[in-house]
């Protein structure tokens, strides 16, 4: 590995100990083995090195969401692949260290951060085209901005909603099932009448 990607994955490690906020660029170099230069020439700043440290994380969430990497089993677009999914999203919450708690430190502090703001609000995009397969199945190139737009950003408000309350307080947190149903019940209530 260069400087680049050592840099990138002792960001990694450093944001799971000790979150956005209190991450120095030393300790970044000392976890990467690298120079405070390297933060500079390969990243331009720190955040701008952290935003992408946080984006490599999530990114590497999906084989979880999966199911630990399998298959999921349940028909694209239905009721159960929901269940399915958003279960597994659950899972990884419940996870020690997980770092949907880092997710909020980073969503609160975003206007302390207009740069990296900036940087993950454009990954947003990017977060709903790659939920969408998961959940109803084609692949993440065939996304449609249009698509990207509408149901990814449905899918990533839940998302958002969903590590805020496992955030806040895990124990009445939804579950996948619970959200299912919850759905179940928003279908029925807009076929009425």
């Known amino acids: 590995m260069g400087h680049r990607e050592d840099l990138l994955e002792g960001a990694k490690r450093c944001l799971l100990e000790k979150g956005f906020a209190r ?44 199911g630990d990497g399998t298959a999921l089993t349940a028909e694209p677009g239905s009721l159960e692949r929901f269940q399915e999914v958003w279960s597994n999203v659950v899972a990884t919450m419940r996870e020690p260290g997980s770092i949907w708690h880092l997710s909020m430190e980073i969503v609160v502090m975003g206007d302390q951060l207009p740069e990296v703001r900036d940087h993950l609000a454009r990954a947003q995009r990017e977060a709903g085209r790659g939920l969408v397969p998961m959940l109803m199945g084609g692949r993440e190139e065939d996304v449609s901005d249009e698509t990207a737009d509408t149901l990814g950003m449905f899918y990533v408000t839940l998302m958002t909603g969903l590590i805020a309350q496992w955030t806040f307080d895990p124990k009445t947190a939804p579950t996948g099932e619970q959200l299912t149903e919850g759905l179940r019940q928003v279908i029925a209530g807009t076929t009425k009448g």
């Open 23 to 66: 991450t120095t660029a030393r300790d970044i170099v000392k976890e990467s083995g690298t120079n405070l230069a390297s933060i500079g020439y390969h990243y331009g700043s720190k955040d701008a090195l952290l935003a992408q440290a946080y984006v490599s994380l999530v990114e590497g969430m999906s084989d979880a969401f999966e």
